[in-house]
């Protein structure tokens, strides 16, 4: 199984940027898509933004032109560039990544981690 571990997050002013990180905690492993999600308080949790093998990208609507994702598949590592953040951007954001199976040699998810709190206050 594939774990996940967020970081980079914090408080930061609306307008501010931060720059989140998540690491699959093995490199020896085939990764195909790789993607950041969050969930607010009382909400559910939102695909915000995901990254293809190929480099292709798409973003839900509320982050296009702010948040940029990319990734480094020599460290299988995914980041979230996030820019002009406003106060509705507060969630706990988390990643996820499909790999393949070494067993099965499908594609499953990995198991998610704690995720990293993201607070937009002034």
């Known amino acids: 199984q594939v774990q996940l571990v967020e970081s980079g997050g914090g408080l930061v002013q609306p307008g501010g940027s931060l720059r989140l990180s998540c690491a699959a905690s093995?490199?020896?492993?085939?990764?195909?898509?790789m993607a950041w999600y969050r969930q607010a308080p009382g909400k559910q949790r939102e695909l915000v933004a995901v990254i293809t093998s190929g480099g292709n990208t798409n973003y839900a609507d509320s982050v296009k032109g702010r948040f940029t994702i990319s990734r480094d598949n020599a460290k299988n590592t995914v980041y979230l560039q996030m820019n002009s953040l406003k106060p509705e951007d507060t969630a706990v954001y988390y990643c996820?990544?499909?790999?393949?199976?070494?067993?099965?040699?499908?594609?499953?998810?990995?198991?998610w981690g704690q995720g990293t709190q993201v607070t937009v206050s002034s």
């Open positions: 996820n990544v499909e790999y393949r199976s070494s067993t099965s040699g499908a594609y499953i998810p990995g198991s």
């Open positions: 093995r490199r020896s492993v085939s990764i195909n898509a």
